[in-house]
């Protein structure tokens, strides 16, 4: 008698499941990231001189089959595009190039260097199990299509639309005023193309006559849209009047200017601030990830305030510092969110500073001024400012421009053609640190974020650096600063 052909079958298709199991182990379904709504534009009318943007990308080099990824948009109209947008955002009232005549009454300087704009595969969708299946079933035409692909494409990425495929931008942007960098960041850009099989993909950035060329441009003009949307909305476009104040001060600490000028400099700035910090940039980059769902960002955020405020366990934090999941929600999006961002950058910058003049072993002269905005379009050598009614400041509604700095002992000495002011002696440089020090120590205690800053900072004081930082720690006397001060060893 035959044996049943059921359980054949039955170990047969285990087999097979399982073996399709195992060949499918290590693929993943990439997370789409979730789109933020854009941020209002800032309006702030400002005015520089924009020369054409710095193409830095690497392009590759190959014949008519070299799959070249780089979008087909080239420097003079991406030059153009990206002008246009910014003063259609009122972000810009003027952007002349450097051979306009405008360009001499204009103070201001914008630079622009693109780093990546192309054609690029952003990860996989649930096509991708079928595919890799189909690979399996077919080995032979899998072979056969590496081999014509030229190990680029195999059996299910020609058929399948598996991958999840898009065009990035990255620039580096640059925006100064006279000789000084007010503002320096990279800001990255992608659009989603939807699903493309890779054969689809090769074709389009192969083809190098028609439909490749125009679909990539196409998407490219696209991505710098988006690209001006994010740049304009940056609150930071918003700190200008506080960013002169704080980078004349560094200058001032770079020069190596009188003791009195650099602590005053300083304390104007710590004034500056807000009674406390909202939120970190940590928190801000965990509550805006569009890779986390709300439950993630609110567990991620809720953990990180139980450290700082030294509790046991998340059932300890107050009601007003717990992040429930509707929280997490609502904040994603929340427009001030960016803006709190932005301050928490400034303020530690400003605490860099401060932390700078405290921990120096002596008072010496600092080396001379580099000159950080050289690759700037700036006006010529010479121009003593903008004319009436062309400065770059901002709009009624944004925070007005600060007052000048009271001049230096030393700058009006030399005005007046008298001699500039002997150092200090040790002990009054003693007596205006110890003042400085008191200054900060009272702002860090009354703001927890401040204290967390320190703390990063403090990480990064090694050797002889040590003692001065850990004298000012034990100032500060809160129990998130204690708690670090137990655990480090010097």
């Given amino acids: 008698m035959k044996p049943s052909l059921a359980p054949r079958l039955a170990l047969c298709a285990l087999a097979a499941a399982l073996l399709a199991a195992a060949g499918c182990a290590y693929t993943t379904v990439t997370a789409k990231e979730r789109p933020h709504l854009p941020l209002p534009p800032v309006k702030a009318g400002l005015q520089a001189v924009m020369g054409q943007v710095n193409d830095k990308r690497a392009w590759q080099m190959g014949g008519q089959e070299t799959a070249l990824p780089d979008v087909r948009l080239f ?112 800001y990255s850009v992608q659009e989603e193309l939807g699903q493309v099989s890779e054969r689809k993909y090769l074709e389009t950035i192969n083809d190098t006559s028609t439909h490749g060329v125009e679909m990539g441009r196409r998407e490219g003009r696209k991505t710098l849209d988006s690209l001006v949307r994010i740049i304009a909305g940056d609150p930071l476009w918003q700190n200008l009047p506080l960013l002169r104040r704080l980078v004349e001060a560094e200058d001032l600490v770079k020069q190596g200017k009188p003791l009195p000028v650099q602590a005053a400099a300083v304390q104007d700035l710590l004034a500056q601030l807000p009674p406390s910090l909202a939120y970190l940039e940590d928190e801000v980059k965990v509550l805006r990830d569009g890779y986390l769902d709300a439950k993630s960002r609110a567990g991620i955020v809720n953990d990180l305030r139980v450290r700082w405020l030294v509790l046991g366990d998340i059932k300890q934090l107050p009601a007003g510092q717990t992040i429930s999941e509707e929280g997490a929600e609502q904040l994603f999006d929340d427009p001030a969110l960016p803006k709190h961002q932005a301050e928490a950058v400034i303020a530690e910058r400003i605490l ?66 008298v001699a500039a002011p002997a150092p200090l002696a040790p002990a009054q440089a003693k007596v205006l640190r110890q003042q400085l020090s008191r ?36 100032q500060v006397d809160t129990p998130y600063i204690n708690k670090y001060l137990s655990t480090r060893k010097g």
Avoid: C
């Fill in 75 to 186: 420097t003079p109209e991406i030059t153009a595009q990206m002008r246009k947008g910014l003063l259609e955002s009122g972000l810009f009232s003027a952007l002349p190039s450097p051979e306009e005549p405008a360009a001499k009454e204009v103070r201001g300087g914008l630079n622009l260097e693109l780093t990546q704009f192309g054609l690029t595969r952003l990860g996989s969708n649930a096509w991708v199990v079928p595919h890799l299946l189909l690979d399996g079933v077919a080995l032979p035409v899998f072979t056969g299509m590496a081999i014509y692909s030229k190990g680029r494409v195999d059996l299910g990425s020609y058929l399948m639309p598996s991958s999840r495929m898009g065009t990035q931008v990255t620039v580096r942007l640059a925006y100064g005023e006279g000789q000084a960098v007010l503002l320096e960041k990279e």
């Fill in 352 to 417: 860099r500073l401060a932390l700078s003049i405290l921990t120096a072993p002596e008072q010496r002269p600092g080396p001379p001024p580099t000159a950080t905005a050289a690759t700037l379009v700036v006006p010529p050598v010479g121009f003593r400012g903008p004319a009436a009614g062309v400065a770059p400041e901002l709009s009624p509604g944004l925070p007005r421009p600060l007052a000048p700095l009271p001049a230096s002992a030393a700058t009006a000495s030399a005005q007046a053609g």
């Fill in 439 to 474: 200054d900060l120590v009272a702002r860090v205690r009354a703001d927890l974020r401040l204290q967390v800053q320190l703390v990063l900072q403090a990480e990064k004081a090694v050797g002889p650096d040590w003692a001065p930082m850990e004298r000012l720690l034990r």
